[in-house]
């Protein structure tokens, strides 16, 4: 038996890739292909848009499948969601999905767009979000590149977002914030009901989280004189407590810490300063809870 996996195409495949080459997956992909080869036989993996994983998912046509949250909303689709992996193109940060027009444009609130017309990739999203407000305005499917078509072609646009840098270089600004979006682990009602695919997806769930779990995280190993020990350990954030260990020179101890990445850069000559020797960093794979 095998489990049928939608993995994103486009500007998230790598992204995707990396995180399950941590999870402990190996993806090989051709340039023209759409059917990636993984080192797990029991795995059917098929790259698709994102905007279109929903979709299948919610119809049994796939199992399961990493798309967005806003691609969810989008197309309404009665998936169930199995976890979040915070994780996208650039950042770990959610993207937002906006609306966005011409700094020149007057345009300062979704009430300004009465009559206009706006571009988009998130055609249902977006007429859920005018007839929330109250607003008549005309909605046409963009094929991507919305920001070009502003001012000459449409007076605004609704697009995602990760970093804003794209909108700043074609002189837009953001009108409202729609919604907040991250990647959805999700698998079909369907699959779920089988025991074998529901276990699968259980364990995917569980390494993946693993993964994501890790990369925020390294590994700190050293060697402590015991008569400075607990003035070093010390230094330690709260509740960190390290591994202690014998070395066969009864003056030292060896610890070993699980720590934030972005602590360890402060640490590391805090330790040393302190007395700590040997000190060595290393990167996780995955960290299971």
């Known amino acids: 038996m095998k489990l049928k996996i939608g993995i994103p195409k486009g500007s998230l495949q790598d992204a995707t890739f990396s995180l399950f080459e941590k999870a402990g997956f190996n993806f090989k992909v051709s340039s023209r292909s759409y059917e990636p080869v993984v080192d797990d036989e029991t795995l059917e993996p098929i790259l698709l848009r994102p905007q279109e994983i929903p979709i299948y998912v919610a119809q049994g046509v796939i199992d399961a499948g990493l798309t967005g949250a806003d691609w969810i909303a989008d197309t309404d689709s009665d998936v169930e969601e199995i976890c979040e992996l915070r994780y996208s193109k650039l950042t770990n940060n959610p993207i937002r999905i906006v609306l966005a027009a011409h700094n020149d444009s007057g345009i300062q609130s979704i009430k300004d767009l009465e009559g206009k017309r706006i571009a988009t990739e998130y055609v249902r999203l977006t007429k859920r979000y005018l007839e929330k407000n109250g ?126 990445e972005k602590e360890v850069r402060d640490l590391i000559p805090a330790l040393k300063r302190a007395g700590a020797t040997g000190l060595v960093e290393y990167r996780l794979n995955k960290v299971i809870y």
């Open 135 to 260: 607003v008549n305005a005309h909605v046409e499917f963009s094929w991507g590149a919305c920001e070009v078509k502003v001012p000459s072609l449409v007076e605004a646009i609704v697009v995602n977002t990760e970093t804003g840098s794209s909108l700043r270089a074609h002189n837009l600004k953001i009108v409202d914030t729609i919604l907040t979006s991250t990647t959805r682990f999700v698998a079909s009602p369907m699959a779920m009901q089988d025991p074998w695919k529901r276990e699968k997806i259980d364990s995917l769930k569980i390494l993946l989280e693993g993964a994501m779990n890790a990369a925020r995280l390294v590994g700190l190993k050293m060697n402590l004189p015991k008569d400075q020990l607990q003035e070093i350990l010390s230094i330690l954030p709260s509740l960190k407590n390290p591994t202690l260990s014998p070395l066969a020179d009864e003056a030292w101890i060896a610890a070993e810490v699980i720590l934030n």
